[in-house]
């Protein structure tokens, strides 16, 4: 699996503000695909793909704010750079969000509506076995305070459903995971979002 056959990608940003981007990283590292972080604008220069990590979508949302990025990040995602977001960032990427903040700002890149927490609480953190038909097989899948999708609208792709509830879905260029696939040394979806175009 890691390091095994060509890959698209040149560089993958990660944004790293908040939360789990190290991970995500190491998922990139294992499969031989270069990451960069992203935390101020410049950092921007020659990525042409971004992923968008778990974490705190509320403190995300400030820090883009605080560090001028929404804008610079809204131009490159609505100019078709391929973003991934887990857990915090599909809520970052959602059209609509429930049980948000009210100074909470996404991006509105896929035309899902998701519930902050719709998995519980911290405690009620779970990993599942994850069938996933786009990669012809089951990937480990780590909930945490994950979002809940309820609403998915036209021309997005349910890549994935844990108990009829999507937890895995594209829109284009965008792909977007209730659950974090970083947590496991499972590195099949991060391919599969490096070889997306
Ligand atoms: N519930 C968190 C949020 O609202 C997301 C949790 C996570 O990324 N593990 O941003």
Redesign the pocket.
């Known amino acids: 699996m890691a390091g095994d056959g060509p890959t698209l990608t040149n560089l993958v940003g990660v944004l790293a503000l908040q939360?789990a981007f190290g991970l995500h990283v190491d998922a990139l590292d294992a499969l031989g695909v270069e990451s960069k972080l992203i935390r101020v604008e410049s950092d921007l220069a020659g990525v042409d793909r971004l992923i968008i990590p778990?974490?705190?979508?509320?403190t995300m949302s400030m820090m883009l704010d605080r560090n001028d990025l929404r804008e610079p990040l809204a131009a490159r995602i609505g100019d078709g750079l391929p973003v991934f977001g887990t857990?915090?960032g599909m809520?970052l990427l959602a059209v609509d969000v429930s049980d948000g903040r009210a100074d909470q700002v996404g991006f509105s890149a896929v035309d899902i509506g998701v519930r902050?927490?719709g998995y519980g609480r911290q405690n009620q953190s779970f990993t599942t076995e994850l069938p996933v038909p786009v990669l012809d097989a089951a990937i480990p899948a780590v909930f945490?305070?994950?979002?809940r999708v309820e609403r998915v609208g036209d021309g997005v792709d349910v890549l994935a459903k844990l108990d009829g509830d999507p937890v895995l879905c594209r829109s284009g260029s965008v792909l977007v995971s209730s659950f974090?696939p970083e947590l496991s040394q499972d590195r099949r979806l991060h391919r599969y979002f490096c070889d997306l175009n």
Not at 54 to 58: L, Q, V
Not at 144 to 147: D, E, F, K, L, S
Request: charged fraction near 20%.
């Open positions: 939360g778990g974490g705190e979508s509320t857990c915090a809520i902050r927490n945490i305070r994950a979002p974090h």
